[in-house]
Structures are given as C-alpha cells and as structure tokens.
C-alpha cells in the first residue's frame, strides 16, 4: 500500500487526536481485575489493548528500538514472560515482551500487557529469578490497569504530541545525534505512585512464586537498587528512579512477603547464558557511550574515534553505525554519513533513524529522489517533526511549491527551531496562511 506526501505530512497529528480521543472516552468506575478494589477509568479494558498495541512499536522506535545483535535473548525474555503471565490475574491479555537498545537500566509496561526491558537492565541482573522479579512487577502495572489509572489522571501523554517536541528540538550537539535515547527518556514512562509500587511488588511476588520461581530475587533487587540511587550520579539511573523509585519501604516490604512464599528456582546458568552475547559486547557499549560524551562536549573527531572502535568491536550493532551516521553528518561529510545510515538499516531495517539520517545525507547530496523516499519510510515507522520539515525542504528543491507548503503547515505546528524554520518558510510561500498576530 502506498503512503502519499499528504498522509505523511498528517502521520504525527493523527497520533495525538487518536490518543486524546481514547482518552475522552469515558468508562467510568471499574474493579481492579488484580486486588478487587473499586477504581475510576476513562480507559476501558477494550481500549486498553487497542492502545498498547497500537502505541508499542512507536515506543520502541523512541527508545532504541529493539537489541538486534542477538534475538535470541528476546526470545528467551519473552518465555520467561509469558511464563508469569500465565500465572496472572488476567493471563488473556495479550502480552509481548521485547528487549530494548537502550543503556538505561529500566523496564515499562503500556496498557494492555506490552512489556519492555533495556539492555542496560538485564547486563544488571544475575538470574533468571531476578529478571522475573522485574517482569512479574511489570506484568502487574498491565493486569492491575495502573497504566489506565495513569492515563485517567492525565500523567500519561499520548505518543504523537511528545515525539513533535523532541523530534524538532535541538541538542547541544546536533539536531540528530543521540536522538533516539533522548526522545526515549521523555515518552511514555508512567510515574507510578507509591500504592501501586508497593502493588506490584506484592502480586509480582505472587506471580513468581506461582511460577515457581525464588520470591526472594525480588528483595535482592530493591537491594541493588536501592544502593545505586544512594551513590548515582548523573543520568544513569534517572530512567528507573523516575518510572520505579526504591526505597527501603519496598525492601522491607518484600523482605516480609517473600518469607511467606514458597521459594523456587534461580535458574543462574541458564540466564547467564542467555545473556552472555550482552555482556561480551558491554565493552563496546561503554565505548558508545564516551563517545556521545565527547559529542555533546563538541570533540566530534574524539567522538567518532571511539565510535568506529565500538563498530570493530561488535560490527553487527546496528545503534553504533547511526552514531557514527549522526556525527558525519554533523561534520557534513554527506557521503559517509550516507554510507553509515545505510550500513545500519541493512542490519535493522524497522528502525526510523537510520532512515532519517539517510534521508538528510541524501538531501545534503541532491539526491531528491532517495531523500524522499527514505524521508517517507522513516515517517511511516515514527512520524516527526524532522521528517514532515525536510520532507518540504526536498518538494520545494523540486518545484512543488504546494506540496512543500502541506509539510511545512503541518511542522509548524510543532515547537523548536523547526517550527520556526517552518513558520519562516510559509511567510514566504505563503503569506495569507498565516495566521494572525497573537
């Protein structure tokens, strides 16, 4: 099916009516399918999983998309995730588990029982129970609608509006570079309230030790925890401390409920296993790492010597070939920022930013055709507002005054320097659009 210019001018907007008029939709007083309480909802339980299906690879896409290097650890998450799920409160729901690209040690649940959890996560965990612990809980944020509860009071924002303002603001370093985790750091991440941490703990417990597993990896973990936020610095834990703040409540907590579960298995070896490929390859990812650092600190040469290390060290990454993308095209080498973008969507076709850094180094060519095509392609996985502003950029280098006008309309309405970009272009192209004077 083909994507006209027009519906990908249109793509992002659509991502907020459709948010907001889920959200509109009012159901009314609802029972907790987890504890029995009685709890208020404007989502109904029907909503729920149309909105997390329709919402979870979006959210992907902003956070890194998914770890490619090796899928097979998203297939082993995802049995140990469904085995919880089975032994839920609403084991019908439709639940997928995926691992993410993504540093931040942190995990999330949308509505509807769409699960995630980042590489910088699991390269933190020890077994197989304690990847469960993080599962179980997340598991309960879905079954118990905590996520609708959320949404309900307005804390929740819907995908389309979010991903305008961070697609079209600028960095320190770049309008491109690290776009992918910055934008995935400000989405959909619910602040869960004390009550429903302390919820899901308990049940998440339950969930493990029904499944067998040792109840007491969930204490170890609020441990681990714990310590971190005691002694981080920086942004490495903010992921997690934001969505999940420990506390010793929670330790002590589940201190008391795990000595009333039956203990289970650990499972070490398998997990280790599982994981093996991540931690051999955390090297390369702490050199990523520095190497974004030099990036914001403008040392570009410094940034791409480390990165081109990272990409010796495992050549399969799809994340450090956009890197090494973003810091070309920065430096305006156009053609092997060209090079790189395409070396990246080769090993990971369904990612957006790629596609996007491809798109711009096509048009930084003149190679109009290839900027439109990929322009498109990255929309369609994630609208932007850098895709919809270039978009018009590449149909007025073609003469289509009205066509660039439509994209340029619908970037305005974003917020940053491509909405003023755009704004500037329309008083140009089209000065009786305007709209008047606040």
């Not at 997928?96 to 699960?115: E, Q, S, T």
């Not at 933190?124 to 993080?134: G, K, M, P, S």
């Not at 929309?379 to 270039?390: C, D, N």
Request: net charge neutral; aromatic share 8%; hydrophobic share 40%.
């Amino acid at each position: 099916m083909n994507v006209t210019n027009m519906e990908i001018a249109m793509g992002y907007r659509a991502y907020i009516a459709s948010t907001l008029l889920a959200l509109l939709m009012v159901s009314g007083c609802t029972t907790n399918p987890v504890t029995g309480a009685s709890q208020f909802s404007l989502i109904s339980p029907e909503q729920e999983v149309s909105i997390g299906a329709k919402q979870f690879g979006p959210t992907q896409q902003t956070q890194g998309g998914q770890y490619m290097v090796d899928p097979d650890l998203t297939v082993y998450v995802n049995q140990v995730g469904q085995k919880l799920a089975a032994k839920s409160d609403r084991p019908n729901l439709p639940y997928d588990f995926v691992v993410l690209n993504n540093d931040v040690p942190n995990a999330w649940a949308l509505p509807g029982g769409k699960i995630a959890i980042n590489r910088g996560l699991l390269v933190q965990l020890e077994d197989e129970a304690q990847l469960a612990a993080v599962l179980a809980h997340e598991i309960v944020h879905a079954a118990a609608r905590h996520s609708a509860q959320q949404m309900t009071q307005g804390m929740l924002l819907g995908v389309g509006g979010q991903i305008i303002g961070m697609a079209g603001s600028q960095t320190a370093y770049g309008e491109l570079i690290g776009m992918g985790t910055q934008m995935g750091s400000a989405l959909i991440q619910a602040r869960y309230g004390r009550d429903q941490e302390l919820e899901s703990d308990y049940y998440g417990m339950t969930y493990m030790a029904r499944a067998g597993y040792e109840p007491e990896a969930a204490v170890e973990l609020q441990q681990t925890f714990v310590k971190l936020s005691e002694g981080h610095q920086g942004s490495w834990m903010d992921g997690l401390l934001a969505s999940h703040p420990p506390s010793i409540e929670r330790v002590q907590a589940n201190k008391a409920h795990a000595a009333k579960l039956t203990p289970g298995v650990r499972n070490k070896q398998a997990y280790q296993n599982a994981i093996r490929q991540a931690k051999k390859d955390q090297a390369a990812y702490d050199q990523h790492q520095k190497a974004l650092k030099a990036a914001s600190d403008k040392n570009l040469d410094q940034a791409i010597a480390l990165t081109k290390k990272s990409i010796s060290a495992q050549p399969k990454e799809p994340l450090f070939y956009t890197t090494l993308g973003q810091l070309q095209l920065e430096q305006k080498d156009y053609k092997s920022a060209l090079n790189s973008f395409t070396q990246a969507h080769k090993l990971y076709p369904e990612y957006f930013l790629p596609l996007l850094g491809s798109g711009l180094s096509a048009k930084a060519l003149k190679a109009y055709t290839r900027a439109e095509q990929d322009l498109i392609s990255s929309a369609k996985l994630l609208p932007t507002q850098s895709a919809v502003f270039y978009l018009g950029e590449v149909k007025l280098a073609q003469g289509q005054k009205d066509q660039a006008i439509a994209y340029f309309q619908q970037a305005a309405q974003g917020r940053g320097a491509l909405a003023e970009k755009s704004k500037a272009y329309l008083q140009e192209l089209a000065p009786a659009a305007q709209p008047p004077a606040q």
